[in-house]
């Protein structure tokens, strides 16, 4: 398409200057009315050419939102119940208790198996391991993306299916490798999702300096 396009408009350049300078040794037209035309041309090609942007980049953008559209009109894989909201914030107790664990799209691999693991409130924990081992699923099912095929994921002992989505949510934060930053200031960014039905405090906004 570039190469179309740049090939047609310096056939168009080299036209107008042929015929136009055919006019200017017939004493048809002046040079200065010659220039003046390709000043115009030129500008008047430009004008199209970003207009055919234009065009190019709403026709990319009209596809793109059918995606989200479906992506949003998508139905969940599992139905939350969970409608429990505690008066008092998480502490942080974290338990895997016996869990296993297939996705969806490969049932026939198992990534979990009667897996067990306990974090205290405070304690830093690092999982190591091969490339498939499982470390992203257990950060998956902590976020309750997944669920278990067996077994119980618990926060403050308490499984997580029972806690209200986005109250959980609003609680359970994740920092990934390579964090994407909306087109926002940092401080929004910050406390994106940190919200409540009724605002935020002002208090526990941070300000962009820190």
Avoid: C, H
Avoid at 161 to 189: H, M, T
Avoid at 194 to 209: K, S
């Amino acid at each position: 398409y570039m190469i179309n396009n740049t090939f047609l408009t310096a056939a168009v350049i080299a036209g107008v200057l042929f015929y136009g300078g055919t006019l200017v040794l017939n004493d048809a037209m002046s040079a200065g009315s010659l220039v003046s035309f390709m000043l115009y041309q030129q500008s008047l090609s430009a004008s199209f050419q970003s207009l055919g942007d234009v065009f190019s980049a709403l026709s990319a953008a009209v596809g793109a939102a059918d995606k989200v559209i479906e992506l949003i009109n998508k139905p969940p894989a599992f139905i939350e119940s969970g409608t429990e909201k505690p008066d008092r914030d998480l502490v942080g107790s974290i338990e895997f208790r016996n869990v296993s664990f297939s996705y969806p799209a490969r049932p026939g691999i198992t990534i979990l198996e009667n897996f067990s693991l306990s974090i205290r409130p405070g304690e830093v924990v690092a999982l190591v391991g091969p490339s498939g081992g499982g470390k992203s699923s257990i950060v998956k099912l902590l976020e309750r993306q997944y669920l278990p095929s067996n077994g119980a994921v618990l926060i403050d002992g308490r499984d997580i299916g029972s806690y209200d989505k986005k109250w959980l949510r609003q609680r359970v934060a994740l920092v990934g490798q390579e964090p994407v930053l909306f087109a926002r200031s940092i401080k929004r960014n910050i406390i994106y999702g940190m919200e409540t039905d009724d605002g935020l405090p002002e208090e526990q906004v941070p300000d962009d300096e820190e």
